[in-house]
């Protein structure tokens, strides 16, 4: 039997993966299967007999689930009506604006952000960017008052903190701090949905909270998915602008590049995704029948966990697949997945990971890393730096 991820390879986890491409289904344990093949990942994404509900599963194990589930834990067509709703509110053809209307707003926070650092010296690129960054545009995009921002600020950390603790001990202690906090979080929601109903301020949340259509959302469906929302943008990018500082400070050509060409960082961004994918693995498909793959049947109600970073480095996919090269042709990575769950943030992620990256590169003369590799958050699904200590000569006015 093998494990996808352990503590201690998190700073290199690209031997395993290579291991567990070998066969094209592996079994992990009774009732649990991983495929890491670039077409079988792909073609299983597409897979009408996959689920994302974890009632189909024979053994659920701790999973917990709410009720009813998040968007991402279902299939259609619940899923299909509640992403459907959600995007009238946040792209096209409803809304095409919201995404790039939010350009001057992340520009305006990446130079408060960067405008903190020391004049010269060293910053921690997680505590002090990454991490700090990707709450704020979320709350603006939902419409969190800015007066509500550090309670808000203070949850989404607990839920983080909760992934990220080093030993079981610790970890039950956060896993109960994440919990409580992902309730405070959801109360939150819930308090200000009702506020939006009396005065529609033009955010997302207060268009979905005063909508009358057929699709429209119940005060409960609005709270577990304005937290899903809130999460899963949160957790990622985080990563994602972590894990690009560090390859581009590992890559000094790159990094040169991208600060001669700011608009260079659209497909730096796209190879990030595909070499150092924050989201490693979705450990929560299901089979909904039996699925027999090159003689192997994985059966009914098996857990399917699909390794996008194996995926996305698979020799058979992509040449030379361990390079870093954001000129490759043909990069259609799995970083945020495929298929009808595929990431529902994916323009605001780019947006603001081009930004973050593009304005990093310019605004630090000299820099370079204090520690590499730095040490990862423990979690094998996320993967990322826990810290990033870089230090640099002089920061540049924007
Ligand atoms: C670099 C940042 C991000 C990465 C790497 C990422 C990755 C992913 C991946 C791999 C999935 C597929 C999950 C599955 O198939 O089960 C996903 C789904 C999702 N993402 Fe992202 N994501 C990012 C940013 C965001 C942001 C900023 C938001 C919110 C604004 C967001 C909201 C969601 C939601 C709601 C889903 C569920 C979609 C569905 O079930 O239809 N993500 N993301």
């Known amino acids: 039997m093998h494990q996808v991820g352990q503590q201690a390879n998190r700073p290199n986890p690209w031997p395993i993966y290579a291991q567990l491409r070998r066969d094209r289904v592996v079994q992990l344990a009774e009732h649990s299967y991983a495929v890491g093949r670039y077409d079988d990942v792909l073609a299983l994404l597409h897979d009408p007999r996959t689920s994302s509900d974890v009632h189909t599963l024979t053994d659920p194990g701790d999973?917990?689930?709410?009720?009813?589930?998040?968007?991402?834990?279902?299939?259609?067509?619940?899923?299909?009506?509640?992403?459907?709703?959600?995007?009238?509110?946040?792209?096209?053809?409803?809304?095409?604006?919201?995404?790039?209307?939010?350009?001057?707003?992340?520009?305006?926070?990446?130079?408060?952000?960067?405008?903190?650092?020391?004049?010269?010296?060293?910053?921690?690129?997680?505590?002090?960017?990454?991490?700090?960054?990707?709450?704020?545009?979320?709350?603006?995009?939902?419409?969190?008052?800015?007066?509500?921002?550090?309670?808000?600020?203070?949850?989404?950390?607990?839920?983080?903190?909760?992934?990220?603790?080093?030993?079981?001990?610790?970890?039950?202690?956060?896993?109960?701090?994440?919990?409580?906090?992902?309730?405070?979080?959801?109360?939150?929601?819930?308090?200000?949905?009702?506020?939006?109903?009396?005065?529609?301020?033009?955010?997302?949340?207060?268009?979905?909270?005063?909508?009358?259509?057929?699709?429209?959302?119940?005060?409960?469906?609005?709270?577990?998915?304005?937290?899903?929302?809130?999460?899963?943008?949160?957790?990622?990018?985080?990563?994602?602008?972590?894990?690009?500082?560090?390859?581009?400070?590992?890559?000094?050509?790159?990094?040169?590049?991208?600060?001669?060409?700011?608009?260079?960082?659209?497909?730096?961004?796209?190879?990030?995704?595909?070499?150092?994918?924050?989201?490693?693995?979705?450990?929560?498909?299901?089979?909904?029948?039996?699925?027999?793959?090159?003689?192997?049947?994985?059966p009914k109600g098996s857990q399917l966990t699909l390794l996008l970073a194996a995926a996305n480095r698979d020799p058979g996919r992509f040449t030379d697949p361990d390079r870093f090269d954001p000129d490759r042709p043909d990069n259609q990575h799995l970083g945020f997945g495929s298929g009808i769950h595929y990431c529902f943030g994916a323009p605001l992620a780019r947006l603001e990971v081009d930004l973050a990256l593009a304005a990093l590169a310019s605004r630090l003369d000299n820099p370079r890393l204090i520690e590499d590799p730095p040490p990862y958050r423990p979690s094998p699904v996320l993967r990322g730096p826990l810290h990033l200590r870089v230090a640099y000569d002089a920061r540049r006015a924007s």
Request: glycine fraction near 8%.
């Open 63 to 298: 999973r917990i689930e709410t009720d009813p589930p998040a968007f991402i834990n279902q299939d259609p067509p619940g899923h299909d009506r509640l992403r459907g709703e959600i995007t009238r509110f946040f792209g096209p053809p409803d809304s095409p604006g919201v995404v790039n209307g939010q350009e001057p707003e992340i520009r305006r926070q990446i130079d408060t952000l960067i405008g903190a650092f020391p004049e010269s010296g060293e910053i921690d690129v997680v505590d002090d960017f990454a991490y700090p960054l990707p709450v704020t545009v979320i709350c603006r995009l939902l419409g969190v008052p800015a007066a509500d921002e550090p309670q808000f600020r203070e949850w989404a950390a607990q839920t983080v903190s909760g992934l990220d603790a080093a030993n079981l001990e610790d970890r039950e202690a956060a896993l109960k701090g994440r919990n409580e906090a992902l309730l405070a979080l959801a109360g939150y929601l819930g308090e200000l949905v009702k506020k939006h109903r009396g005065s529609p301020d033009g955010s997302m949340l207060s268009g979905l909270a005063n909508d009358g259509g057929a699709d429209a959302m119940s005060d409960i469906e609005l709270m577990i998915n304005g937290v899903l929302l809130l999460i899963a943008g949160h957790e990622t990018t985080v990563n994602l602008i972590a894990n690009g500082t560090l390859t581009l400070l590992r890559n000094p050509d790159a990094l040169a590049r991208l600060r001669r060409e700011p608009e260079w960082a659209v497909p730096v961004v796209e190879e990030l995704l595909r070499l150092e994918p924050p989201i490693q693995y979705l450990p929560n498909r299901a089979a909904l029948t039996d699925i027999t793959i090159d003689g192997t049947t994985i």
